[in-house]
């Protein structure tokens, strides 16, 4: 069989006809498509000037003596990821106040997420606070004795004109790494969400992310409420074997 009795499966154009043309016919960019996208959730708190008001001297205060967690890389972060000073917890303490205020409003974005009946168990929360020059590694949140499948960060304290703000990472970059990225695309393997002080986003667990360190800033602490949750039954169906 010669080569000209072979059909081309591509359509080619003619030299005549335009670029201009094509575009017409294609709306431009309409052919380009996303696939499997990751859901993140996004809230805000309206009396989150409250919750300042409530808790951002004490935690600021009480997170003067904390120490890092073993394992972590950064070695500035004021956390109390490993546990609150004894008589002082906000979470899980004798006084649960404090505690009580905020799974109020922590159970009213959740109830806002999830769209069928659900049960959930929060393991772990904890506070961080940077006010000079504090960061921390990438990470991410499904390590730990239980395991986790959301993780939610509360912006407690934040300016996003001063501090640093919250870097996702892609968890594809590796395997993206096997193809090649067209420029139109515009892609970048970090991604930072547009967070104002007060919201409250829910994302999960295996996405991987950091907060890079920023400049000193003593008198407006930046200050998150963080937790991890597992789904123990969702629609129905149990979750937590």
Known sequence: MSLENIKSPINFVKNNTSNETLLE????????????????????????DMLKDLLVDKI????????????????????SFDGE????????????TYQKILEKRYGACINSVFDAPYKINID??????YMNGEWQEDHDHIGGPYGSHYSCIHFLSF????????????????????????????YSHIWMPNIKEGD?????????????AGKPTPNYPRITIAFNFRVLDYQGEMWND
């Open 25 to 48: 016919k294609s709306k431009s960019t309409d052919f380009v498509r996303k696939v499997f996208p990751i859901t993140y959730y996004h809230l805000s708190m309206t009396d989150n």
């Open 60 to 79: 600021v205060e009480d997170a003067k003596n904390l120490e890092i967690p073993d394992g972590w890389l950064t070695n500035k972060l004021m956390t």
């Open 85 to 96: 000073p004894r008589g002082k917890e906000i979470f899980f303490g004798e006084d649960d």
């Open 124 to 129: 772990e929360i904890w506070y961080n606070v």
């Open 159 to 186: 300016d996003p004109e001063i501090h640093e703000p919250i870097q996702f990472r892609d968890p594809l970059m590796q395997l993206r790494n096997l193809s090649v990225e067209l420029d139109r695309n515009n």
């Open 200 to 212: 409250f986003i829910m994302f999960p667990s295996y996405l991987t992310h950091c907060v890079q």
